[in-house]
C-alpha cells in the first residue's frame, strides 16, 4: 500500500503562484509514473502533468507552459509548480502515481484563485 499525502494548495489571485507538494511513502525512483489530476465541480478529473522515473514530463495542453513538474527523489517528492494561475485553474488536485502494483491517489488539495 502507498501513501501519498498532498500539500500546498489555497487561496491565490489571478496571476499568482502556487507549489503543490506530493510527498510518497513508497520510493518514487520505483514508480512508472507521477503526475498531477484536478477536478472541478461538476467536471471529470483530468491530468495536468506526469513525470516518468526516467524524466519525461508530459503536459496538459490548458498548462501552456504555466505549470512545471518535478522531484526529491531523495524525498519521495513530487512537485507542481503553478505560475500565472487563472481562476479556471480552480479545482482539486490531486497526486497520482502508478507503481507495479497499480494506482495510488492522493486525498486532494483544494487550489482557488480569485479573480
Known amino acids: 500500500q502507498v501513501q501519498l499525502v498532498e500539500s500546498g494548495g489555497g487561496l491565490v489571485q489571478a496571476g499568482g503562484s502556487l507549489r503543490l507538494s506530493c510527498a510518497a511513502s513508497?520510493?518514487?525512483?520505483?514508480?512508472?509514473?507521477m503526475g498531477w489530476y484536478r477536478q472541478a465541480p461538476g467536471k471529470q478529473r483530468e491530468p495536468v502533468a506526469s513525470?516518468?522515473?526516467?524524466?519525461?514530463?508530459n503536459y496538459a495542453d490548458f498548462v501552456n507552459g504555466r505549470f512545471t513538474i518535478s522531484r526529491v527523489s531523495a524525498r519521495n517528492t513530487v512537485f507542481l509548480q503553478m505560475n500565472s494561475l487563472k481562476p479556471e485553474d480552480t479545482a482539486v488536485y490531486y497526486c497520482?502515481?502508478?507503481?507495479?502494483?497499480?494506482?495510488?491517489w492522493g486525498q486532494g488539495t483544494q487550489v482557488t484563485v480569485s479573480s
Open positions: 497520482h502515481g502508478s507503481w507495479f502494483d497499480g494506482d495510488y
Open positions: 513508497r520510493s518514487i525512483f520505483s514508480s512508472n509514473t
Open positions: 513525470m516518468t522515473s526516467t524524466g519525461s514530463t
